[in-house]
């Protein structure tokens, strides 16, 4: 069974390798990438609105960072013309690439009630399974697939520490899922959050992925497509949406890591560190939904984890982006390259959409803590992988706190 990245789901099957993938992240750049999996579906609606940006509530006057104007200058980008609608502007000859250049200029009022429910229209192309070329010859037996559940409502209660992660692509508005996760240097105040790698950067052939935000226990209540046609944002954002000011992701993603194939799989994990687009709450991330989850670098080899919960909002067939599910199961090995470390594989029924969400078990010192999140799985959507969290993975983490510590 082959792996793939724009995680599993699409419209229409297609013969090749891809990866559990950020719903709509095919990173499409035309020929010049030669992908193998294509995204398909409606792009932005909205594309020709032409929001403001603002750093804090105050209107529509542009008030971002120092560092940040002098980014965007230094990549050829107009302040005003970027507010206006040139983050729509995807050249290749200035898609920010690499770790040190990412950027991401509040633009309120951007990611209104439509435009977030409608993230989940783009999923990825969809796969066929066949061998695991890199396999060490460890891999364990495929698991039996294990039915997705649905997480009951209110989110905020049952699961405060998960939501969606909204951005855009080349090919439009997309989503993946995310979790807030403890900040060493802001003990209870936390305004960090953990994805995967390819729910931020497209890879080896692109860069930083624009306007990401997260909306925790988005569609709090669990309501329908239909029941969610004419709501409010605040329905839908209840704890409000939360911008990226930083993000992070290993080396080996931005060197290997594309849209289809294992390749960067290992090291398929990002964190964020994110602020709220009105600017006027005092509280943190962690205070405002209530948890943040540890992160266990250290977590027991396969044989002895007894279960490990994948959470996630699919969006691909059967599933519409729009409520949170989880699968809980004894995870397996599975090996995509002799150099590359083992990955977890549990069965799960989640589609696109599910990339990035957090694997839930328990931690080093018996306490429930991430250990993993989405990466990879097949077009079958009986089974996910994720990475296997070490050194590679605390080096980001421990980078994105270190930033903010004295702030």
């Known amino acids: 069974m082959r792996p793939i990245r724009p995680l599993f789901a699409a419209r229409r099957a297609r013969s090749a390798r891809g990866r559990t993938y950020p719903v709509a992240a095919a990173v499409a750049l035309g020929a010049a990438l030669a992908l193998t999996a294509t995204a398909c579906g409606p792009s932005d609606d909205n594309a020709d609105e032409k929001p403001t940006a603002s750093a804090t509530a105050g209107g529509d006057k542009i008030q971002i960072p120092d560092d940040i104007k002098q980014r965007l200058k230094e990549h050829g980008f107009d302040l005003d013309k970027w507010k206006n609608g040139e983050w729509k502007n995807w050249d290749r000859d200035k898609w920010l690439r690499e770790a040190q250049d990412f950027v991401n200029p509040i633009i309120a009022g951007l990611w209104d009630s439509d435009r977030m429910r409608d993230a989940d229209k783009n999923p990825g192309g969809q796969v066929d399974e066949s061998d695991l070329s890199g396999d060490q010859g460890v891999t364990d037996p495929e698991p039996p697939p294990v039915r997705a559940a649905a997480v009951p409502a209110t989110y905020h209660q049952n699961v405060p520490y998960a939501g969606k992660l909204v951005f855009d692509t080349p090919e439009g508005q997309a989503q993946c899922s995310a979790t807030v996760v403890t900040d060493p240097a802001h003990p209870g105040k936390s305004d960090m959050v953990w994805t995967a790698g390819h ?178 799985g097949p077009v079958t959507a009986g089974w996910l992988a994720g990475p296997r969290l070490g050194k590679e993975a605390k080096a980001v983490y421990d980078s994105v706190s270190e930033k903010f510590a004295g702030q």
């Open 199 to 376: 729910c931020v950067h497209a890879g080896k052939s692109g860069g930083w992925y624009r306007n990401l935000a997260f909306v925790p226990s988005y569609n709090d209540s669990a309501r329908s497509s239909a029941q969610l046609d004419g709501a409010t944002r605040e329905e839908i954002a209840p704890l409000g949406v939360w911008w990226a000011d930083a993000a992070q992701t290993s080396e080996q993603w931005i060197a290997q890591g594309g849209p289809t194939g294992g390749a960067g799989a290992s090291y398929d994990f990002a964190v964020l560190h994110v602020k709220p687009e009105k600017g006027t709450t005092d509280k943190s991330l962690e205070e405002t939904v209530g948890s943040a989850l540890p992160v266990d670098f250290n977590a027991p080899a396969v044989p002895k984890i007894s279960r490990l919960t994948a959470k996630g909002y699919p969006a691909a067939a059967p599933f519409d982006g729009q409520k949170l599910f989880q699968c809980a199961d004894k995870p397996g090995r599975l090996s995509l390259a002799e150099t590359d470390p083992t990955m977890y594989r549990i069965g799960c029924t989640m589609t696109g959409g599910s990339s990035g969400g957090g694997w839930v078990g328990q931690g080093s010192d018996g306490k429930p803590a991430l250990v993993s999140n989405t990466s990879i």
